[in-house]
Nanobody, 115 residues
Framework: QVQLVESGGGLVQPGGSLRLSCTAPRNIFSINAMAWYRRAPGKQREFVARINPGGYTNYADSAKGRFTISRDNAKNTVYLQMNSLKAEETAVYFC?????????WGQGTQVTVSS
């Protein structure tokens, strides 16, 4: 069983910033892309950002210019730096990877954007 462990969620005011972290087992992290998704209350889970082992990134349109995904290969950790957060981005954020065509998910970390 692949375990992804997220951290870094919390309460932030609109316009504020948060950085999420997700740690994965080394044998999984080193060869697979890592991604972030989110699920807002009453909505379906949606893609936020992805980074492959070589560092190539892609983002949802809503995240471009404000969010940055990065990875620290020495720590088997992927980060999501979120700036200029909006109230509608309140959601549970999930770390994801796909290994041997099997998707794995973290438990999720709550991000609440509110004044």
């Amino acid at each position: 069983q692949v375990q992804l462990v997220e951290s870094g969620g919390g309460l932030v005011q609109p316009g504020g910033s948060l950085r999420l972290s997700c740690t994965a087992p080394r044998n999984i992290f080193s060869i697979n892309a890592m991604a972030w998704y989110r699920r807002a209350p009453g909505k379906q889970r949606e893609f936020v950002a992805r980074i492959n082992p070589g560092g190539y990134t892609n983002y949802a349109d809503s995240a471009k210019g404000r969010f940055t995904i990065s990875r620290d290969n020495a720590k088997n950790t992927v980060y999501l730096q979120m700036n200029s957060l909006k109230a509608e981005e309140t959601a549970v954020y999930f770390c994801n990877t796909v290994s041997a065509e099997v998707p794995y998910w973290g438990q999720g970390t709550q991000v609440t954007v509110s004044s």
